[in-house]
T-cell receptor, first 112, second 111 residues
Framework: SQQGEEDPQALSIQEGENATMNCSYK?????LQWYRQNSGRGLVHLIL?????REKHSGRLRVTLDTSKKSSSLLITASRAADTASYFC????????????FGEGTQLTVNP | KAGVTQTPRYLIKTRGQQVTLSCSPI?????VSWYQQTPGQGLQFLFE???????NKGNFPGRFSGRQFSNSRSEMNVSTLELGDSALYLC??????????FGPGTRLTVL
């Protein structure tokens, strides 16, 4: 079963615009991660935010985490056609933090 | 460093057969995890191995099994294949288990 839900399920924007994806989860977490998947290939790790962090940046990516609302958002600024992919949030529970539970994903399409 | 490699990339089997998938982690990574991805169920955790021991296990039937060798390479086996086992099987490696690096996956089709 999925730990979280992502919103929206699909997002279509123009190059240069910002894209925001949201993720909600159900249980307490150690950390939350965002991954990208291009067309049924392997996942690429984008960013990890720990439960005691509220915001994190990496290049054009900005992630926020609100543990009181059990939600996170991923913002991609100045999007490019190459950003077209599915984006998943994943939460880790347990002592090792290695068992990831993924959301359903947001399909982002960036139109040139 | 070379990334995570998975073999084979594509596989077609018939119901009732068994299959073995292989994963070579990034050099130095001791944790290997396996995930199943289907359109209906999404990404689901199968199991994780760390230093040759199964450390975590997901909610899959006993037909799904795995192991890890001393060089951290891992194999996953599915016996008595069912149509519903058709999926993309992803392997991920990690130094300690937190940030995970995924391979390209093995696309299994069961006919």
């Amino acid at each position: 079963s999925q730990q979280g839900e992502e919103d929206p399920q699909a997002l279509s924007i123009q190059e240069g615009e910002n894209a925001t994806m949201n993720c909600s989860y159900k249980t307490s977490i150690n950390n939350l991660q965002w991954y990208r998947q291009n067309s049924g290939r392997g996942l690429v790790h984008l960013i990890l935010i720990r439960s005691n962090e509220r915001e994190k940046h990496s290049g054009r990516l900005r992630v926020t985490l609100d543990t009181s609302k059990k939600s996170s958002s991923l913002l991609i600024t100045a999007s490019r056609a190459a950003d077209t992919a599915s984006y998943f949030c994943a939460t880790a529970v347990g002592a090792s933090g290695s068992r990831l539970t993924f959301g359903e994903g947001t399909q982002l399409t960036v139109n040139p | 460093k070379a990334g995570v490699t998975q073999t084979p990339r594509y596989l077609i089997k018939t119901r009732g057969q068994q299959v073995t998938l292989s994963c070579s982690p990034i050099s130095g990574h001791r944790s290997v995890s396996w995930y199943q991805q289907t359109p209906g169920q999404g990404l689901q955790f199968l199991f994780e191995y760390f230093s040759e021991t199964q450390r975590n296990k997901g909610n899959f039937p006993g037909r799904f099994s795995g192991r890890q060798f001393s060089n951290s390479r891992s194999e996953m086996n599915v016996s008595t294949l069912e149509l519903g086992d058709s999926a993309l099987y992803l392997c991920a490696s990690s130094p300690l288990g937190i940030e995970q690096f995924f391979g390209p996956g093995t696309r299994l089709t069961v006919l």
